[in-house]
């Protein structure tokens, strides 16, 4: 089974992305080279990924003393994804760039993250440029971000440390200025950095010439204190090895130092690590204290890393979709292919008929149905997304706020939703398999360890709730939800007129004005703490929500198209959700309105 013909559909009969080359940024395109891309991203994919999921599975990443050792089929993967162009996909013609719709990247990476996610796919890399390009100086970007695009270096993001996972307002790593002429540097403000960062995806490995670490650290006032929560945090470029003004290495490595390799559950293709920052294992200029350039105001670092973190968010969501779509494509052929049981006539079952493939049990078209509703659902979610990316940065005045607005309350949806239902999709992949899907004999075990990492990735769901209810439903007097709101009932009023779609769409606008109200009782007293303890089930409901509208968005598209056996399956799965799933939203929304303190008023003592 071929992902392509979703993806064709999803671009081109539902988002209409060819009409994005009529745009000046995008006027060399057409969907002959929207098709080019794709051809070759699932080519590479093919060839170079999908291969070799198992064996980078198998063989984890490892430190022999000096340095982590990697499969060859990452290096050969990692250098056939550079050379295809696709980490500067959207950069300009002029650094080397395609100029290619972002909605048209996502689309061709999906194919990457579909075939090994733990591969890597140049997801950080991409965002770590993309940082600098917008706050970063004439040189940073000279030397740090177009050397990522090209592929010579790969990037990372280092927040968390091991004191302080989420909490980035309790980091300590601590940046002081190095020494006379510090804010002369042509790279940038100098500063030595210590301090020690964990979880850092690829922080150590041998792929690329350099590694640089986008570092959130805080310098010290006056007294030599560290200022209190995220308002003191500065962002650091810290490359593994250093450079000079033209981008080339000195010889000199950086005072970064591999501390040790974290084993995870899944996602093991990937090196994850414990960086220690200035420890003087490595000594620059006879003095430890890694040496780091300043980006942007001091002080403002994590609104830099926000550039970053959002585009990583929207990045998860996207690998955590196609590892559910993996796992649908996995357990759909093996349902159509394994046989088992007998069906029930009127009579019972008749022992000496022939046993029957499984597909044709009703619960096993229930848990495929259900893979199907998330997975594909999920996929055009992320799209859409893409789609408002493309229109922030190309649309006229009005559409491109708007954009930028529907952005931020979806953003928390876009990372979350597929984080948990994807998941689910490859819990029921196993469950289709039965005992098989539980042995390392066939993949669905592996796409659920490596998807169970993305509902911690980038925000755990509890963060990604107070965001979405404590701020982004809230913000700029709830615009951006009422735009989201106006774009939901423009779907609505065109299902309406569909026979075929009119009841479901009145179920949406019934749950659309469920939430809307949910809203507001959250916020009735004005107490966060009341609001706020059930961030979790408001995002439940609020993703169940987008993602019906999406799914009805997607069945007038599949409507509109000629009768075929595709049209049927998503105007199944629309229904599926809506007659499964879209029910739940009920039950979490009653705890948000009545603003139950069943879970935040429970004494520690009564666990």
């Not at 071929?2 to 988002?15: A, E, G, M, N, V």
Request: proline share 4%.
């Amino acid at each position: 089974m071929s992902l392509r013909p979703t993806i064709d559909f999803l671009l081109h009969d539902w988002l209409g992305a060819e009409s994005l080359s009529q745009r000046e940024r995008f006027k060399d395109h057409s969907r002959e080279t929207f098709d080019a891309v794709l051809d070759t991203c699932e080519r590479i994919a093919r060839e170079k990924y999908a291969p070799f999921n198992r064996l980078v599975d198998t063989q984890e990443p490892q430190f022999d003393g000096e340095k982590v050792i990697l499969p060859q089929a990452t290096h050969d993967a990692q250098k056939a994804y550079a050379e295809s162009g696709m980490l500067s996909a959207a950069q300009d013609y002029e650094i080397g760039g395609m100029q290619l719709p972002y909605t048209v990247e996502a689309a061709a990476n999906a194919f990457f993250a579909m075939a090994s996610v733990s591969i890597g796919s140049g997801m950080l890399t991409t965002g770590n440029a993309n940082l600098l390009m917008k706050h970063g100086t004439e040189a940073q970007k000279r030397v740090f971000a177009l050397n990522e695009f090209s592929g010579r270096f790969s990037g990372t993001m280092c927040l968390s440390e091991p004191q302080a996972g989420s909490s980035l307002s309790d980091v300590v790593t601590r940046a002081v200025p190095d020494g006379e002429g510090f804010e002369a540097d042509p790279l940038g403000p100098r500063y030595r950095l210590r301090g020690n960062k964990m979880w850092i995806s690829a922080g150590e490995h041998e792929l690329t010439e350099n590694i640089i670490h986008l570092v959130l650290a805080k310098i010290p006032d006056t007294g030599g204190k560290l200022v209190p929560g995220v308002k003191g945090i500065s962002l650091f470029i810290v490359p593994k090895k250093l450079v000079d003004t033209e981008g080339q290495l000195t010889g000199e490595r950086n005072d970064v130092a591999l501390a040790g390799l974290n084993h995870k559950c899944g996602w093991r293709g990937t090196t994850n690590t414990l960086l220690n920052f200035g420890e003087g294992k490595y000594p620059v200029r006879g003095a430890a204290g890694a040496v780091g350039y300043l980006v942007g105001q001091p002080g403002r670092g994590l609104q830099c890393m926000f550039h970053m973190m959002n585009e990583a968010r929207i990045g998860v969501g996207m690998a955590a979709t196609m590892l559910g779509m993996a796992g649908y494509h996995a357990s759909l052929d093996y349902a159509k292919n394994r046989p088992q049981g007998r069906p029930v006539a009127a009579g019972g079952k008749d022992a000496a008929a022939p046993q029957v493939r499984i597909i044709e049990h009703a619960d096993v078209k229930r848990m495929l149905l259900a893979q199907k509703s998330y997975c594909e659902g999920a996929l055009a979610l992320e799209l859409y997304c893409a789609r408002l990316v493309d229109e922030q940065h190309t649309g006229d005045a009005q559409s491109a706020d708007d954009a930028r607005l529907l952005l931020e309350v979806l953003t928390p949806i876009a990372k979350s939703w597929p984080s948990e239902w994807c998941l689910e999709a490859n819990s029921l992949a196993i469950q289709v398999h039965g005992g098989y899907g539980y042995t390392r004999d066939f993949p669905v075990e592996q796409y659920w360890r490596d998807n169970r990492l993305n509902m911690i990735h980038e925000g755990t769901h509890g963060i990604q709730g107070m965001d979405l209810l404590g701020r982004k439903v809230l913000m700029e007097n709830g615009k951006g939800l009422q735009l989201l709101a106006g774009r939901i009932n423009a779907t609505i009023q065109r299902a309406i007129q569909v026979p075929e779609l009119a009841a479901h769409a009145n179920t949406l606008g019934h749950v659309l004005a469920q939430v809307g109200a949910a809203t507001k009782a959250a916020w009735a007293t004005g107490n966060p703490c009341d609001a706020l303890a059930n961030a979790v089930p408001y995002l439940q409901a609020f993703g169940h929500t987008v993602l019906a509208w999406i799914w009805l968005d997607v069945a007038l598209a599949a409507q509109a198209s000629h009768d075929a056996p595709a049209r049927t399956g998503r105007l199944g799965a629309m229904r599926y959700f809506f007659h499964y799933e879209l029910p739940k939203t009920g039950a979490w929304l009653l705890v948000v309105s009545a603003r139950d303190q069943t879970c935040a008023s429970l004494p520690e003592t009564a666990f």
